[in-house]
């Protein structure tokens, strides 16, 4: 299928013509029809672009593979990675794109879309973290050879299916108290002193089916991510660029873990990395992983402190800026304090996965697990009253101690941790199979050659 456009000969033009044709011939004539020429030649067909790939009631243009080619192959030589012009990597940028089409309709479907505001403000917190403004940072990107319009998209389609993923997996996982009573015993038998780990993680992704040569380019740029991240660029920045994580909008930050919700290719490099040490490219079926340890906790290390009962109203650092995030949530606490529903606000404002649902209530946990921002604001927050809007690591908060106890490190905080820990072990199967289900309930059809079939 081709897209054209013809165009439209004028009528007086067309007018002009015919009676040239009635006339007698003659040189003023024929010099008459010559200088038409040109503009008779200008009505032809001319071909703007052509479709590759239907996908359900949507189309991958030409133009599209292409553009998301050049763009991964530029992404490839700044940062000094091989990516070989080959038909390969062509199937799987085509094979990226196709996904992309298919999470953009489905979220059309569920009604979830990103302005334009928020798409400026994900860009503004990747300048400010590279030390440049928004001009400069955009200029950095076209001398690199980017086109930044992209580069836009790129970021705009990020941001879209992290909200896709939090309304249609991450909203529908639920653990029973039987899971967890397992869960606790399992974790009795078989590790008595539990230790937890800060990580972040980057995939360089080389799906199932990849041929030995595509897998050694994924791993080659999952080597080029590391030196990047020695070389002193932040892990967070190296995320959003190249990861194929779900959690890629938020730098790659997976939270407190326990190596038994881990897969075995990660917990078994644990040990051996300190605090701010980057593995090596752990191979997995879907490609290579890179982990950063931020610390580490273990049952000896933590004080008995107090418990808290918590809920707050998040905006992840990759959706908003200091400045606007700041306000929003400036203008929630002023409204709760005027008597509207924190738990009502936090649905609709707070982009916190494991809480929004909950009125942005979080489970019994003890202060020192809190992010250190959090900590120090909590330690000085006396109950019922709403905390100023403040910054963490992972982005803007406003909080509220709903209750204190004397920590004991008893079975509810024991229970707490175990929710969490299975909601994430849960979140790694669901992504992988919400992925999949996606793709085989997409109709696609092939434009192109060899490759001209369907599918549903």
């Known amino acids: 299928m081709i897209i054209t456009t013809r165009a439209i000969m004028p009528v007086k033009l067309f007018k002009t013509l015919r009676k040239a044709w009635t006339l007698p011939a003659s040189a003023g004539v024929m010099a008459a029809f010559v200088t038409l020429i040109p503009m008779i030649v200008s009505a032809q067909e001319v071909v703007l672009d052509e479709i590759a790939i239907i996908v359900n009631d949507g189309i991958v243009l030409r133009s599209d593979i292409a553009k998301e080619f050049d763009f991964l192959q530029n992404t490839a030589r700044v940062n000094n990675q091989p990516l070989p012009d080959n038909e390969e990597n062509r199937q799987q940028v085509i094979q990226r794109l196709i996904d992309k089409e298919i999470q953009r309709q489905r979220a059309a479907t569920a009604g979830i879309s990103i302005d334009a505001s928020t798409v400026n403000r994900a860009i503004e917190n990747i300048a400010a973290e590279n030390k440049l403004n928004t001009f400069e940072f955009r200029e950095r990107l076209q001398q690199q050879g980017f ?5 836009r998209a790129t970021i705009e389609h990020e941001l879209l299916l992290q909200r896709l993923v939090q309304r249609e997996v991450e909203s529908s996982i639920t653990v029973t108290e039987n899971e ?3 869960y606790l015993e399992s974790r009795e038998l078989s590790e008595p002193e539990t230790i937890r780990y800060r990580l ?8 199932g089916g990849s041929s030995e040569a595509q897998r050694e380019v994924a791993r080659q740029r999952a080597l080029a991510v590391i ?12 995320a959003r660029e190249v990861s194929d994580g779900p959690r890629a909008a938020n730098g790659g930050d997976l939270g407190w873990r326990e190596a038994q919700e881990l897969p075995q290719f990660i917990s078994a490099v644990l040990p051996d990395l300190k605090q701010g040490n980057i593995s090596e490219p752990l191979a997995s079926e879907n490609g290579f992983h890179v982990v950063l340890l931020q610390g580490t906790q273990g049952a000896g290390d933590e004080e008995p402190g107090e418990d808290l009962r918590i809920r707050h109203i998040f905006i992840t650092a990759a959706s908003d800026t200091s400045n606007d995030a700041r306000q929003i949530l400036t203008a929630a606490r002023e409204r709760i304090i005027a008597g509207e529903s924190f738990a009502t606000l936090a649905e609709a404002l707070s982009e916190d996965p494991d809480s929004k649902d909950n009125g942005g209530e979080l489970p019994w946990i003890n202060g020192s697990q809190l992010p250190q921002q959090m900590a120090e ?3 000085s927050l006396p109950n019922g009253r709403i905390s100023q809007p403040f910054r963490s690591d992972f982005g803007w908060h406003i909080m509220e101690i709903l209750e204190r106890r004397e920590s004991t490190g008893g079975l509810s905080r024991e229970r707490a941790e175990a929710t969490q820990v299975l909601r994430r ?3 790694g199967r669901e992504i992988e199979n919400w992925t999949l289900r996606l793709r085989d309930e997409a109709f696609v059809e092939y434009r ?9």
């Open 227 to 238: 030196d990047r991240v020695n070389a002193g660029e932040s892990f967070d920045t190296v």
């Open 147 to 151: 086109d930044f319009a992209y580069y």
């Open 377 to 379: 604001v909590a330690a």
């Open 200 to 207: 972040q993680h980057i995939l360089i992704a080389a799906p």
């Open 425 to 427: 072990q849960k979140f």
């Open 180 to 182: 967890i009573d397992e």
């Open 448 to 456: 192109n050659g060899d490759n001209a079939n369907s599918a549903n």
